[in-house]
């Protein structure tokens, strides 16, 4: 495929989760997996569900679909009846390899993006993310880093410089890149507070104790208490030799 | 993750002018896929399968059946017990070959229609629904009496037997909660289900001590064959459905994820841990009072082994744990008549409005109604063994033909069927699976066996009538 980065964009269809305001344009440069899915009680067999509601899920997928293809993105989709959301949406990432999940909250013309950077792991990925779908666009990017008490001011420096160029050889104008540090604050109230004054917000997975999770505490809550679109960008896949 | 095709394309119609529905495209270890881009995700592990399998059958083997096994064979009814898990695990072989080839829902319904054509898969499937309800109520007549035990415990003097109405009352609270609840239930039954294990690993562990004299008490000693050998094989008919849960995992086989490997353990490791727990409960029991005082205990038998051994507290677990072990099988039971009724309606076999899904629970109350409903009728008449006998007799049926059926699978190989797990001792041992499943039946009471007759050429009318032009066999 090309270098998009696939992003998925799950919705619960049939729960009358549609596609919102301005995501459609916000995902414009990206390989969009389109899931759509209908989680069911464990007394219905999942066929059973799919007998009724196919036709009417499938409706509103062509919907979106034509809606994202129509903004500029190229478009994957999956509707599937699960007992277990989280599970098909862990699922649905390791098949398609997706490098972030969109929490999908509605927004506007995307200004100003707020990207959290944690830490040097992953930021090869959270870079490419970022590049993917902001690369072409005139939004200004703000890297965010919360010092943890064992970091040097150095350490940082290094971080944020390595991120800057990191995008610089993705293409990413460099003049649009601020860089802004945080200290003396919980990293996730830091985060949720600062996203205020932006559009968009990328962040991390977080805690890599936690292999399987999307939504997981910390994304969620900022994505919650920010009410605007979120990519989180998923960690590596861990290598898939046992499996097969 | 190998995509698995299911090269089955099923046709004509019923009476209302519906057809089946369209058959999945590929089976992968996570979905059924469907269409390209529709997937039903598979999402009960192996712990579940277990629970779901080892949860419906050990209500009936522990709690409701020694004290009836023991009065009618004596110490012998121990044998009874290996016998039937001797016959489930016959079975379970084959169908865990046939449910890696056809990991869908539906379980033996599916296999033989699949198989042998409609006309078998209808006598199968339609009975698999009546005997599953006739199951449900054995369970909830047995809960029951462990109810009424609770308030003769208590010192409640009541002056009527409560056993019918409790059964009643939990067989409608069921029904209602498996319609609008959506709570988590199957966590929930893993939970339920390692409690009883635990409970009963203890209780067991410490009756076999007594039993072998260790804590100085002579036990009581019995003849083995008291009652004769005749009644072994009656016994063991009799208590055959306690080994009916395995083939409900096959009844979810479209949601067990890796079903290659998961469903053979499942059905295998169910029935093999259920036949040890039996065997060493009727042992255990039978030598603590022996056949006669056992006998007269009726189905609440195992609380007065337990307060023999470990006084009231004794007494206490085994009664808990005894409401809870039939209230799991009983719910386990409406749970798999509901897929059935899923099963039979996706194929035409009953209207496609049977299996229709509540849009504000997302629940298939009409399914769960044509279980709940007349489970009810059921449990009315209290016949404990009656009920039994006939949930067995129709299950057998099914557990011989599927035997049968993969007999002639394998003996005309089409090309779609390729299971991951192969049975070893074909064709013998599929044959004898199926001997001794039909041969079981012989040995129930006569009103058992007419039912059970009545119920087949009734399904076999009911299809002639209604879906006479649907084919459902597989190209082979």
Known sequence: ?244 | MAEQSVDVEPAGQNLAGEAPASEPEGVTDETTVHDDDVELERTIGLVGGLAIGIGTMIGAGIFVFPGLAASNAGLAATLSFAIGGLIALLVALPTSELATAMPRSGGGYYFISRGMGTAYGSIVGLGLWLGLMFASAFYLVGLGHYASAVFAELGVGLPFSPVIGIGLLFGAALTALSIAGTENTAAIQNVVVGILLVTLTGFLSYGVLDAFGVFGRSSVPGQFFSRGYFPVLTTAALVFTSYLGFAQVATVAGEIKQPGRNLPLAMVGSVLIVTVFYVVTIFVATSAFGADRLGQFGETAMVEVARDFLGLPGAVAILGAGLLATFSSANASILSASRAVYALSRDALLPRRASEVNLRYGTPHVALLAAGGPILALVVTGQVELLAEVASFLHLIMYGLMCVALIVLRRRDPEWYEPSYRIPGYPVLPGIGALASFGLIVFMQPASIAIGIVIMVVSYLWYRYYAGDVTLKGDI
């Open chain 1, 1 to 244: 495929m090309t270098d998009r980065p696939s992003i998925l964009v799950p919705l619960r269809v049939l729960e009358g989760e549609s596609v919102p305001e301005g995501v459609p344009d916000l995902l414009a440069n990206v390989h969009v997996v389109l899931l759509g899915y209908h989680v069911i009680p464990e007394q219905t067999a999942p066929g059973q569900a799919q007998m009724q509601f196919e036709e009417r899920a499938t409706a509103r997928l062509d919907d979106y679909e034509a809606i994202f293809e129509e903004a500029g993105a190229t478009v994957e989709r999956r509707l599937v009846f699960t007992h277990d959301g989280q599970k098909t949406i862990d699922r649905t990432i390791h098949e398609h390899d997706c490098m972030a999940v969109l929490v999908p909250n509605a927004t506007g013309a995307v200004d100003e993006v707020l990207v959290a950077v944690r830490g040097t792991v992953g930021i090869g990925r959270l870079a490419r993310v970022v590049a993917g779908v902001f690369g072409t666009t005139d939004a200004s990017i703000t890297l965010y880093h919360v010092v943890e008490t064992e970091e040097t001011d150095e350490d940082v420096e290094t971080l944020l410089d390595g991120m800057v160029d990191r995008l610089g050889e993705l293409g990413v104008d460099e003049s649009r890149i601020e860089t802004r540090v945080e200290r003396d604050r919980g990293p996730l109230d830091a985060i949720a507070d600062t996203a205020e004054a932006f559009d968009a917000v990328v962040m991390g997975e977080t805690d890599p104790s936690l292999v399987t999770f999307v939504f997981g505490m910390p994304a969620d809550q900022v994505a919650d208490r920010f009410l605007g679109p979120v990519l989180v960008v998923q960690r590596e896949p861990a290598s898939d030799e046992r499996e097969d």
